[in-house]
């Protein structure tokens, strides 16, 4: 049984960072693609960020480019997303998803299999 807990989310003045962690449990995680989907209230699900676990190959939505880094630790099976220069608009819940076999779009929420409970992260201005 697949299983990912995100942590790391909270309360952060406009400008700051925070970094979310997902530990992945269950399998092993070479042959997925984990990604970092965000939801905030009123809006759809949209995706922030993906990472091929084999070869680290990184994907982001243009909206985190260059403020966002996803990485992951192969020891801890964990996936890391380093935030930097917060705004209002990245409040949400922020939800770790693991998709078996990196078939797919990495950008698309019906290409993963298993996600995590989310994590909220609130940035106030």
């Known amino acids: 049984q697949v299983q990912l807990v995100e942590s790391g989310g909270g309360l952060v003045q406009a400008g700051g960072s925070l970094r979310l962690s997902c530990a992945a449990s269950?399998?092993?995680?070479?042959?997925?693609?984990m990604g970092w989907f965000r939801q905030a209230p009123g809006k759809e699900r949209e995706f922030v960020a993906a990472?091929?676990?084999?070869?680290?190959?990184?994907y982001y939505a243009d909206s985190v480019k260059g403020r966002f880094t996803i990485s992951r630790d192969n020891a801890k099976n964990t996936v890391y997303l380093q935030m930097n220069s917060l705004t209002p608009e990245d409040t949400a819940v922020y939800y770790c998803?693991?998709?078996?076999?990196?078939?797919?779009?990495?950008?698309?929420?019906?290409?993963?299999?298993?996600w995590g409970q989310g994590t909220q992260v609130t940035v106030s201005s």
């Open positions: 998803a693991a998709q078996e076999y990196s078939r797919g779009s990495s950008d698309y929420t019906g290409n993963y299999d298993y």
């Open positions: 269950g399998r092993t995680f070479s042959r997925y693609t």
């Open positions: 990472i091929i676990w084999s070869t680290s190959n990184t």
